[in-house]
């Protein structure tokens, strides 16, 4: 009988090349209306609801209009390809835990025809209301999630832990990079994999990455020198460089091959193309719960810089044999 495995997908940034909803507003010509809202210090959830209906009734943007311009979000090939491969794992269950919007995602997920491959999108609630896209917090002001760490709006955590009360999974795989990753993060346990991206392509260290590092995790660098390939990325290909945890934060080379990695933090080079490379089998670990604890990280934490990496390391990560 085939193991369940949770592969939880962040949105912007991690599925998808960009902040769909600045991407969105800017297609729109609405990004000084943004900037207006931004400066006056408003929630994000809030901004954003306010920014669309003002881009439809100043601007005059149709539905049809913010419908283009979503669907125009860079998605990578790679990126695309994966879900559908890891949709075909016999036990393997994909959902999105986003910060974004329902109509967003799910318009992405059916212009590249995955929505039928994504079990179920957790993100904030968003209807067309008299031509104006309107954008409602997923946990309402009446039933807040009483999380310190996390904006009012949307607790990830939260709807993790929802998640782990129903069917067990024995492995769980989180693709992030923001600040809000790091809630449901430390509900992974020992034997599951973060995902983690490492930086934006402005070279801006991603907070989710920042935040591991910060709580101690346990830092993998995935690559060498040579550029990833999902079509020739073995089923069973593990990993290279082990990062140990703590502030000193030192590389042990697992592999014997050099690979390009940065002493400090086992980074590679930026600029490098790069190959995913094996691990020993006694790195795996059972997994233990760790719920419960919520400064911390307990699962092995993969960086990646490109799409492609993503890519590699959610297939090698759901396709890792159980230990």
Same mark, same amino acid.
């Given at each position: 009988?085939?193991?369940?495995?949770?592969?939880?997908?962040?949105?912007?940034?991690?599925?998808?090349?960009?902040?769909?909803?600045?991407?969105?507003?800017?297609?729109?010509?609405?990004?000084?209306?943004f900037?207006?809202?931004?400066?006056?210090?408003?929630?994000?959830?809030?901004?954003?609801?306010?920014?669309?209906?003002?881009?439809?009734?100043?601007?005059?943007?149709?539905?049809?209009?913010?419908?283009?311009?979503?669907?125009?979000?860079?998605?990578?090939?790679?990126?695309?390809?994966?879900?559908?491969?890891?949709?075909?794992?016999?036990?393997?269950?994909l959902?999105?835990?986003?910060?974004?919007?329902?109509v967003?995602?799910?318009?992405?997920?059916?212009?590249?025809?995955?929505?039928?491959?994504?079990?179920?999108?957790?993100?904030?609630?968003?209807?067309?209301?008299?031509?104006?896209?309107r954008?409602?917090?997923?946990?309402?002001?009446?039933?807040?999630?009483?999380?310190?760490?996390?904006?009012?709006?949307?607790?990830?955590?939260?709807?993790?832990?929802?998640?782990?009360?129903?069917?067990?999974?024995?492995r769980?795989?989180?693709?992030?990079?923001?600040?809000?990753?790091?809630?449901?993060?430390?509900?992974?346990?020992?034997?599951?994999?973060?995902?983690?991206?490492?930086?934006?392509?402005?070279?801006?260290?991603?907070?989710?990455?920042?935040?591991?590092?910060?709580?101690?995790a346990?830092? #993998?660098?995935?690559?060498?020198?040579a @550029?990833?390939?999902? +079509?020739? %990325?073995? /089923? *069973?290909a593990?990993?290279? &460089?082990?990062?140990?945890?703590?502030?000193?934060?030192?590389?042990?080379?697992?592999?014997?091959?050099?690979?390009?990695?940065?002493?400090?933090?086992?980074?590679?080079?930026?600029?490098?193309?790069?190959?995913?490379?094996?691990?020993?089998?006694?790195?795996?670990?059972?997994?233990?719960?760790?719920?419960?604890?919520?400064?911390?990280?307990?699962?092995? #934490?993969?960086?990646?810089?490109?799409p @492609?990496?993503?890519? +590699?390391? %959610?297939? /090698? *990560?759901?396709?890792?044999? &159980?230990?």
């Amino acid at each position: 009988m085939p193991r369940e495995k949770l592969v939880v997908l962040d949105f912007d940034w991690s599925l998808v090349e960009e902040n769909s909803d600045t991407w969105v507003l800017h297609q729109l010509g609405a990004s000084h209306i943004f900037e207006g809202l931004l400066s006056q210090g408003l929630p994000w959830t809030q901004l954003m609801d306010c920014a669309l209906h003002a881009a439809h009734t100043e601007l005059k943007a149709t539905q049809e209009d913010v419908l283009k311009a979503i669907c125009s979000t860079p998605f990578h090939a790679d990126m695309i390809q994966v879900v559908r491969t890891l949709a075909a794992v016999p036990g393997c269950t994909l959902i999105i835990l986003s910060d974004a919007n329902t109509v967003f995602i799910n318009e992405v997920l059916k212009h590249h025809k995955l929505d039928q491959y994504i079990h179920k999108v957790y993100s904030n609630i968003a209807s067309w209301q008299d031509g104006a896209l309107r954008v409602n917090p997923f946990h309402s002001s009446s039933s807040p999630h009483g999380c310190p760490n996390c904006p009012s709006n949307l607790c990830k955590g939260q709807v993790l832990d929802n998640l782990l009360a129903g069917p067990r999974y024995d492995r769980i795989v989180y693709l992030g990079d923001g600040s809000g990753d790091f809630c449901p993060c430390t509900r992974l346990r020992a034997g599951d994999y973060a995902v983690v991206r490492e930086c934006y392509p402005t070279g801006k260290q991603c907070p989710l990455f920042r935040k591991a590092q910060m709580a101690g995790a346990h830092m #993998v660098g995935c690559f060498d020198s040579a @550029s990833p390939s999902l +079509a020739s %990325l073995p /089923a *069973t290909a593990r990993f290279g &460089m082990e990062v140990k945890s703590g502030a000193a934060c030192q590389v042990e080379d697992l592999s014997s091959q050099p690979g390009g990695f940065d002493a400090k933090c086992g980074l590679s080079t930026p600029g490098k193309e790069r190959r995913l490379k094996a691990i020993p089998e006694w790195q795996l670990q059972p997994c233990k719960s760790t719920r419960g604890q919520r400064d911390s990280i307990a699962a092995i #934490v993969c960086a990646w810089q490109t799409p @492609s990496e993503a890519a +590699a390391l %959610l297939e /090698a *990560t759901v396709m890792q044999p &159980m230990p």
